[in-house]
C-alpha cells in the first residue's frame, strides 16, 4: 500500500494568514494527488485534483503543487471559513489511501 | 440533483453482520466507480472498496475476505456487506463516488452524509 504522511497534524493560524500544508507519499504517484476539506459532522469536500487542478466553486484562495512524493496545499489568505480538517489522498492505484489529516484551528 | 444517500448503519455485536445501502439520483451507480470510505469516532478517513464501472473490486487489507462491495443497477443502489465485524470497524461509513479526469486519475467528487455503525457488545 501507498503511505501518505502529511505535516503538520496541527496548525494554527488567524484569519488572513498564508498557509501551507505538505503531503508525502511513500513512493512516486506522479501527479495523482487530491486534496479534501471536511469540516465536523460533515463529508468531506474536494478542493483540488490532479495535485493542482482547482475543482468547481473552490476559492481561488485554493492551491496545490507538486508531482512525484511531495506535494503541497497552500491557501493564500485565511477567512474564518476554512478553518477544518485538510486530508491528502493518493489515487495512483486502486487501493486509495489518505494521510492522517492536518487539523487547521483558529489562533 | 446528485445526492448520495446511505442507510443500514446501527448497533451490531462483535462478529456479527450487517448491510449498508446507498442510494443514488441524479446520476447512475454503475456508470461510475463507487467507494465505501469510513471514518472512526475522532480519526481520519479510511478508504475501504472500490467497485468499478465493470464490476471488479477491491478492498482495503483491513476488511478483505469480510466485507463485499457491490451494486443493484435496477435500483440505482450501492451496498457493503460487512461480516465478522469488529470493535474496530466502529465508524462513519460514506459511500462516495469516483470522477475519472483524464490525467489526473480520479477524486471524490460526490459524497453521501454517512452512517454510523457501531461494533459493540
Known amino acids: 500500500d501507498i503511505h501518505m504522511t502529511q505535516s503538520p497534524s496541527s496548525l494554527s493560524a488567524s484569519v488572513g494568514d498564508r498557509v501551507t500544508i505538505s503531503c508525502r507519499a511513500s513512493?512516486?504517484?506522479?501527479?495523482?494527488l487530491n486534496w479534501y476539506q471536511q469540516k465536523p459532522g460533515k463529508a468531506p469536500k474536494v478542493l483540488i485534483y490532479?495535485?493542482?487542478s482547482l475543482q468547481s466553486g473552490v476559492p481561488s484562495r485554493f492551491s496545490g503543487s507538486g508531482s512525484g512524493t511531495d506535494f503541497t496545499l497552500t491557501i493564500s489568505s485565511l477567512q474564518p471559513e476554512d478553518f477544518a480538517t485538510y486530508y491528502c489522498q493518493q489515487s495512483y492505484n486502486a487501493l486509495a489511501t489518505f494521510g492522517q489529516g492536518t487539523r487547521l484551528e483558529i489562533k | 440533483e446528485v445526492q448520495l444517500v446511505e442507510s443500514g448503519g446501527g448497533l451490531i455485536q462483535p462478529g456479527g453482520s450487517l448491510r449498508l445501502s446507498c442510494a443514488a439520483s441524479?446520476?447512475?451507480?454503475?456508470?461510475?466507480?463507487m467507494n465505501w470510505v469510513r471514518q472512526a469516532p475522532g480519526k481520519g478517513l479510511d478508504w475501504v472498496s472500490v467497485i468499478y464501472t465493470g464490476g471488479t473490486t477491491f478492498y482495503a487489507d483491513s476488511v478483505k475476505g469480510r466485507f463485499t462491495v457491490s451494486r443493484d443497477n435496477s435500483k440505482n443502489t450501492l451496498y457493503l456487506q460487512m461480516n465478522s465485524l469488529r470493535v474496530e470497524d466502529t465508524a462513519v461509513y460514506y459511500c462516495a463516488r469516483s470522477l475519472i479526469v483524464p490525467g489526473a486519475n480520479d477524486f471524490f467528487d460526490i459524497w453521501g452524509q454517512g452512517t454510523m455503525v457501531t461494533v459493540s457488545s
Open positions: 490532479g495535485a493542482s
Open positions: 441524479g446520476f447512475t451507480v454503475s456508470s461510475y466507480y
Open positions: 513512493q512516486n504517484i506522479s501527479r495523482y
